[in-house]
């Protein structure tokens, strides 16, 4: 042979060489690469066509590739089997399509129902469309369009979906869910629903395992009206953007400024815990509870309430508001407000209400400080301990314990025991006063019309010319007993008074010692000034507390 022929077989065995090495890089690069699962034992990734009653191969057909399958048609893929009455199978794509009876199981606890599937074995993805039904466990997905990715166990829907899970059932337009984990994804115009509540939300989290539902963020309504995703149960409606609700206990946690709203009460907070079963209500940070029933309202950071036997408590920044009387709202903070309720249920109920320390108390017509408050609803008397004093426009009144008696959220009567002292203010320098061991006030249309001074009774009072409303000196006066009674216009009509005695003084001729009694205190710096001031404790100076005191006996009638 000679060099020139040898040549030119070589050149040819080098561009065939070239080709087939072209050809296989075409072929490794257009091949598609096959999906795994980082961290888990692969497995054979053929499918097999383990059954048919008809087979059909035609390489002459529209579908060289394709066998068709009929009849009872059986395939098997990494343990999971499927099942149907005919199919398109591409061994060379590892896929196949389904049609009629489509069923495939996977294990004890999974099986997909539909009319037709396509499934891709490289990708381990299954499509399912008409009359879908996915089984796991005891969880029913119905829909009519559904992915299933065997590889991470999740399944897609869209076109709408159901979910059956213990006796609660989900609706909405498109989710997922996790067979691995057992949580489901909703989203819009979600739908939650059992025999005790139904839930709105366009965005719900559920956990079929501990039956927890997680709504987040607004509600679309059928009307396309926006606002908070709802929670309706027994009565309840529970407006949020970030709750939890098990539907078991039906226990809900929530966040984000979330409300519970029935016919009794609304109680707002910026987290709340709320148990409908067991009627338990606890919020916290900035906690509003309004009893519309009693016409009251609770605010705090933390407020807690127990529907079944009426017992609550409000503390951290604890106000108990009174809106009966609708021109006008009484606000009353203390450090910790407590709430009981006796013979519930019946018709001879009654509530107790305990403020407990720095008790400060705002009404445009009423103001007052203590230690410590109790309100009786049986009698309807507010009684207040350790150091009260209350204002009424001008006049201010205190002593050991004080006791009104209301009627309609109006004064009708008060009580003052021990130490008791009434000081009215005329002027910057002039003082009505009043002081005795007991003190009795009838109202009339809220406002004093009579007074009762028990017990080593003092008074100084200044009496006014008629004519150009002047004073015109100062009246003092010891007794045992006096009675006062006062025009509407809180004017002095007249006094009556056991044997006393007692001294008239000209203005211009009124001693210094007597201008005030020996207990004589002003206390304005105290005094609440708006519904905000309740907040700020201002308490008396030593000086000015009550200390138990000896008085000269006033002179006592002789019987004739």
């Known amino acids: 042979m000679t060099t020139r022929k040898k040549a030119n077989i070589n050149w040819h065995r080098t561009i065939l060489l070239m080709v087939l090495c072209l050809f296989g890089l075409s072929v490794v690069f257009s091949a598609k690469p096959r999906r795994q699962r980082a961290g888990v034992k692969q497995e054979d990734p053929r499918i097999y066509l383990e059954h048919a009653d008809e087979l059909e191969y035609d390489v ?27 199919a398109y ?14 069923f495939m199981k996977q294990g004890d606890t999974l099986t997909l129902k539909s009319e037709w ?122 407006r949020t953007t970030d709750g939890y609700y098990n539907t078991g206990t ?18 707002t907070a910026d987290s709340l815990f709320s148990d409908s079963k067991k009627k338990i209500d606890e919020g916290f940070g900035n906690v509003v509870y309004v009893d519309k029933k009693n016409k009251n309202q609770f605010v705090g950071n933390h407020i807690y309430y127990d529907e079944n036997i009426g017992y609550g408590f409000a503390t951290d920044s604890a106000v108990v508001m009174d809106f009966s009387q609708n021109n006008d709202t009484l606000y009353v903070h203390a450090d910790s407000i407590k709430l009981y309720t006796y013979n519930i249920n019946t018709d001879s109920v009654y509530r107790v209400m305990h403020g407990f320390h720095k008790v400060r108390a705002y009404r445009s017509d009423i103001q007052a400080v ?5 309100f009786n609803s049986k009698d309807s008397c507010l009684t207040l301990y350790k150091d009260p004093i209350a204002w009424n426009m001008g006049r201010q009144v205190l002593g050991e314990v004080m006791h009104a008696y209301m009627q309609d959220s109006t004064i009708r009567y008060a009580d003052v025991i021990g130490q008791a002292m009434s000081i009215e203010r005329m002027d910057s320098a002039h003082y009505n006063q009043l002081a005795s061991k007991e003190m009795q006030v009838y109202f009339q249309e ?13 008074a100084v009072y200044y009496p006014i010319d008629d004519a150009d409303t002047t004073i015109i000196g ?29 001294t008239m003084y000209p203005i211009t001729q009124i001693p210094p010692d007597r201008l005030r009694l020996p207990a004589f205190a002003w206390f304005e710096y105290i005094r609440p000034k708006n519904k905000d001031d309740i907040f700020n404790w201002r308490g008396k100076g030593k000086e000015n507390e009550l200390k138990q005191e000896k008085r000269r006996e006033a002179p006592k009638r002789k019987l004739e």
């Open 60 to 86: 002459y057909g529209m579908r060289p590739d394709v066998q068709i399958a009929r009849g009872k048609v059986k395939f098997r893929h990494k343990g999971g089997i499927l099942t149907c009455d005919s």
């Open 89 to 102: 199978f591409n061994e060379q794509s590892n896929s196949f399509e389904a049609f009629g009876h489509v």
């Open 117 to 238: 599937a396509w499934y891709d074995g490289n990708d381990d993805r299954a499509e399912a469309r008409r009359n879908v039904l996915l089984t796991h466990r005891k969880s029913k997905l119905y829909c009519d369009s559904l992915d299933y990715d065997r590889m991470y166990g999740i399944a897609y829907f869209f076109d709408g979906g159901k979910l059956i899970d213990k006796g609660s059932t989900l609706t909405s337009d498109w989710g997922q869910y996790n067979t691995e984990t057992r949580e489901a994804v909703f989203y819009y115009k979600v739908r939650l629903k059992n025999d005790n509540m139904t839930m709105y939300s366009d965005t719900l989290y559920y956990d079929t395992r501990t039956s927890m539902a997680h709504i987040v963020g607004d509600y679309t309504s059928d009307k396309n009206e926006v606002g908070p995703s709802m929670i309706v149960n027994k009565g309840n409606i529970v």
């Open 250 to 267: 039906e226990e809900s946690i929530l966040y984000g400024r979330s409300t519970v709203d029935n016919e009794d009460k609304t109680i």
């Open 370 to 374: 203590c230690d410590s408050l109790v």
């Open 446 to 458: 809220g406002k004093a019309r009579e007074t009762w001074a028990i017990g080593n009774v003092q």
């Open 474 to 502: 100062l009246n003092f006066l010891e007794t045992d007993t006096m009675k006062m009674y006062l025009s509407p216009e809180r004017k002095l009509e007249k006094i009556w008074a056991s044997k006393s005695t007692g």
